[in-house]
């Protein structure tokens, strides 16, 4: 793969993700809808009125339960090891007949007929969450290599492609934890390229989530402007910004967690008669958030928490979310601990016994985890917000100190984001770590800043608030309509430099020179100090900080680290059945002579070495 783009490919892929959106939209509406096991269709026999729930939450929902159900079923594939491409066709096809047939028997025999107003206010917030969704997709034609992506996301994804099944690769980083959207990528692979796997990871999951932050604030803010300062607010957050366009997980453990949260309100919400529907529903998306990233099952915990104090353990909807979370979202830590008694490893080594990670491992992994953010002092929570640049989410946690939202579904969600935020600030402080309560920490940003004024004062604004949205849709829909125009010239800029951006990217020449031998000295490399490069190399890639490859058996480390001696490294690739070695001379000191007795050493570049055993020369 790793084709350049054309000029079409900005388009083609955002109409592909369009077009999987109304898909996964379809089979959520059709779960929704299901009254025999939900018992909540009242909720949306009109799915255009906004009586009960407005129609951006009911899309952002939706979308997200319908790709919650892909993610569950490429599971299942792999899990039976049939995750070809012929099976995903047929079995997306399968559930999409379902639907349908479920959205048929389920309709309503009344139509609701929107004054034009509204359907010309409707259509305009459509536009507007087309260009971001265009935007971000533009944003996404780039070639990989962040880091996370090339090292072990898209390797993944290309190893679940090739083998049909969830098998389990002991030379990349993480091969036991959840991997949803791992999966994800490799249906984007299936059909696509990894532009295709960008978009899921990127333009799918950051668009969507915008739709569910303008639907909460309109929803239980009464407020379609407090929706766009939502979004405003939340397109500033640095940890989006950090892996913008690239294939990484965290935006679609952002969205999942997000959309889990908000059925999580909606549950709280019905007090009076309480449904179940809600309650199944987030246990799905918690669930599939639980097994996308480790993270996700910290929101699971959380979520069942604020549910049980609440609703009482007695009740009925605690056990049904237990079950539906548990069912949803325990697969993978099934999984893992079946094949290394660790249901979370390698985080859980110390307390289950290592696998393929040992102690030294794990504590390296720690230490490097410790030198991100500030101090662990809860009292510095500030300078480590700051330092994330989430400063802006700090209003959200006093929200908790304004009776104006002092009803529980507020209450709830800022008590999940407050203790998220302290346990992030005494654990790891990476930046990213911090999405899966971005949106709910903006949302609440916004409610404070939105009920912070003098209740007289926002009642005067609201005479002038006809004539303000319609000034202020114009100007938002002329402002959307510019996004994608101003950033045309993405796709045409890097149709023009892709050869050359990859081969900025680290290892990348190195890789490709291994790729072209591949057919004579065979599928294996090892490399030193090219960790983010695996997924460039078609073959098996061994080394790495961590694991059975780890690069302690590479290295001689005392006061630098430099590479291991000649004698050592031939060792070494004898007992792997290699017959390459990549060197990454920037990164540890390597001095080419002392290894041409062994090695055909070759300089790819500058600090880029490729050797070649000399035995396999003849």
């Not at 971001?132 to 992506?149: A, S």
């Not at 303008?214 to 009464?222: I, R, S, T, V």
């Not at 910004?241 to 969205?255: F, K, R, S, V």
């Not at 889990?260 to 019905?270: G, P």
């Amino acid at each position: 793969m790793l084709n350049a783009p054309t000029h079409l490919t900005g388009l083609t892929e955002f109409f592909w993700g369009l077009m999987f959106c109304v898909y996964c939209a379809t089979l959520g509406l059709a779960v929704l809808k299901t009254p025999r096991l939900f018992n909540f269709s009242r909720k949306f026999e009109s799915v255009v009125s906004p009586l009960e729930i407005n129609f951006s939450l009911i899309i952002f929902i939706a979308t997200c339960t319908g790709l919650a159900v892909v993610s569950q079923m490429l599971f299942l594939l792999g899990l039976f090891k049939v995750l070809s491409p012929s099976v995903m066709i047929i079995s997306l096809l399968s559930l999409w007949l379902l639907a349908c047939m479920q959205l048929w028997t389920t309709r309503t025999k009344s139509a609701l007929i929107p004054n034009w107003m509204s359907l010309l206010q409707g259509s305009s917030t459509g536009i507007i969450f087309l260009c971001i969704g265009l935007t971000l997709t533009w944003l996404c034609i780039k070639p990989p290599g962040l880091w996370d992506d090339t090292s072990y996301h898209l390797p993944y994804a290309r190893h679940y492609l090739q083998e049909h099944q969830l098998s389990v690769t002991p030379w990349l980083r993480f091969p036991l934890f959840p991997h949803n959207g791992n999966l994800l990528f490799t249906f984007a692979l299936t059909w696509g390229s990894e532009v295709r796997a960008q978009v899921i990871a990127t333009a799918i999951p950051l668009t969507v989530t915008a739709i569910g932050i303008y639907g909460a604030c309109q929803e239980f803010l009464k407020s379609k402007w407090s929706g766009w300062l939502a979004i405003g607010l939340f397109w500033s957050l640095s940890p989006l910004q950090e892996t913008l366009g690239y294939a990484y997980i965290d935006n679609l453990l952002m969205m999942f967690s997000w959309a889990a949260m908000v059925a999580m309100t909606m549950a709280l919400r019905e007090q009076s008669s309480p449904g179940t529907g809600w309650v199944v529903i987030c246990g799905l998306l918690a669930g599939t958030a639980a097994g996308t990233k480790l993270f996700g099952a910290v929101i699971v915990i959380m979520i069942g928490i604020t549910l049980l104090f609440n609703k009482g353990w007695r009740r009925q909807s605690v056990w049904l979310y237990s079950a539906s979370a548990g069912l949803f979202g325990l697969g993978w830590y099934i999984r893992s601990y079946i094949i290394s008694g660790d249901p979370i490893h390698p985080a859980g080594g110390n307390f289950f016994g290592h696998y393929l990670w040992n102690s030294a491992d794990l504590l390296s992994q720690q230490q490097e985890q410790a030198t991100h953010g500030t101090s662990k002092n809860p009292l510095l929570l500030f300078s480590s917000l700051q330092k994330a640049g989430i400063l802006c989410l700090l209003p959200g946690l006093l929200s908790l100190l304004q009776p104006r939202l002092w009803h529980v579904s507020t209450r709830a969600l800022a008590l999940i984001v407050l203790t998220y935020i302290l346990a992030w600030q005494t654990t790891s402080q990476v930046a990213r770590y911090t999405t899966p309560i971005l949106p709910a920490g903006v949302f609440l940003t916004t409610a404070w800043l939105f009920y912070a004024g003098p209740e007289q004062l926002q009642k005067k604004l609201r005479k002038f608030s006809p004539a303000l949205s319609w000034i202020g849709l114009i100007i938002l829909t002329a402002l959307a309509l510019s996004w994608p125009y101003n950033k045309r010239g993405i796709v045409s800029a890097e149709s023009k430099t892709w050869s050359q951006s990859l081969e900025s990217r680290s290892g990348f020449k190195v890789m490709q020179a291994a790729n072209d031998l591949r057919h004579k000295l065979g599928n294996k490399i090892i490399q030193i100090g090219y960790e983010n490069a695996v997924y460039f190399f078609e073959g098996q890639v061994i080394g790495d900080w961590f694991g059975p490859g780890r690069y302690s058996q590479m290295l001689n480390c005392t006061t630098d680290c430099h590479v291991a001696d000649a004698e050592k490294l031939k060792r070494l690739l004898d007992q792997h059945g290699a017959n390459m070695l990549a060197v990454n001379a920037a990164r540890f000191k390597f001095i080419p002579s002392e290894y041409i007795t062994l090695f055909d050493v070759q300089t790819i570049s500058p600090g880029n070495y490729l050797l070649i055993l000399k035995s396999m020369q003849h």
